[in-house]
T-cell receptor, first 112, second 118 residues
Framework: EADIYQTPRYLVIGTGKKITLECSQT?????MYWYQQDPGMELHLIHY???????EKGDLSSESTVSRIRTEHFPLTLESARPSHTSQYLC???????????FGNGTRLTVT | AQKITQTQPGMFVQEKEAVTLDCTYD???????LFWYKQPSSGEMIFLIY??????QNATEGRYSLNFQKARKSANLVISASQLGDSAMYFC???????????????FGTGTRLTIIP
């Protein structure tokens, strides 16, 4: 019953390609987040947004960029993919306060 | 700044036994929230349980309970009657404030890999 959707689920792409990871939620949440996670490791916040046209960088420096033109949509873009970008990218949304983050299923990116 | 520490990289537990996953935290905020998430091998993050810093009682959700000891800054997850499907990574997380706009983020610990043995 996922209300937050990420596509693609898996992506294998060559170095130098531009990619966009899609994230959409149907819960009307203002707050959305992108986390990066290497296999079996902790999650690191790379971008967040507290509403339309508002985005901020997270704790972990990332070469990716995000946009928030619509409440439900929070895509992440890499202009030129590199092998160091190989990781899992998790999108999440929340009402804030005591409410938990709801996560999508993630995108597993491999850059060859 | 918030910090979450999970000192158990991996645990092996016999099926049907109870298991405690440790989590300690550090924060200077008087108000905070603590969350536990489960991450199966498929990769999705599943919310399990929440404890607020002002909550008087320990949180419980089915087989999950949170042993919250505020003075010791610990928020251990207890799973009763473990099942094979409980095998997964478990992450403790703390809600903190990102910016002056009052947005919140979750800071995650390094996780504990729990394996249930039949």
């Amino acid at each position: 019953e996922a209300d937050i959707y990420q596509t693609p689920r898996y992506l294998v792409i060559g170095t130098g390609k531009k990619i966009t990871l899609e994230c959409s939620q149907t819960m009307g949440h203002d707050k959305m987040y992108w986390y990066q996670q290497d296999p079996g490791m902790e999650l690191h916040l790379i971008h967040y947004s507290y509403g339309v046209n508002s985005t901020e960088k997270g704790d972990l420096s990332s070469e990716s960029t995000v946009s928030r033109i619509r409440t439900e949509h929070f895509p992440l873009t890499l202009e030129s993919a590199r092998p160091s970008h190989t990781s899992q990218y998790l999108c999440a949304s929340s009402r804030g306060g005591n409410s938990p983050l709801h996560f999508g299923n993630g995108t597993r990116l491999t850059v060859t | 700044a918030q910090k979450i520490t999970q000192t158990q990289p991996g645990m092996f537990v016999q099926e049907k036994e109870a298991v405690t996953l440790d989590c300690t935290y550090d924060t200077s905020d008087p108000s905070y929230g603590l969350f536990w998430y489960k991450q199966p091998s498929s990769g999705e993050m599943i919310f399990l349980i929440y404890q607020g810093s002002y909550d008087q009682q320990n949180a419980t959700e089915g087989r999950y309970s949170l042993n919250f000891q505020k003075a010791r800054k610990s928020a251990n997850l207890v799973i009763s009657a473990s099942q094979l499907g409980d095998s997964a990574m478990y992450f403790c997380a703390m809600r903190g404030i990102i910016s002056n706009f009052g947005n919140e983020k979750l800071t995650f610990g390094t996780g504990t890999r729990l394996t249930i043995i039949p």
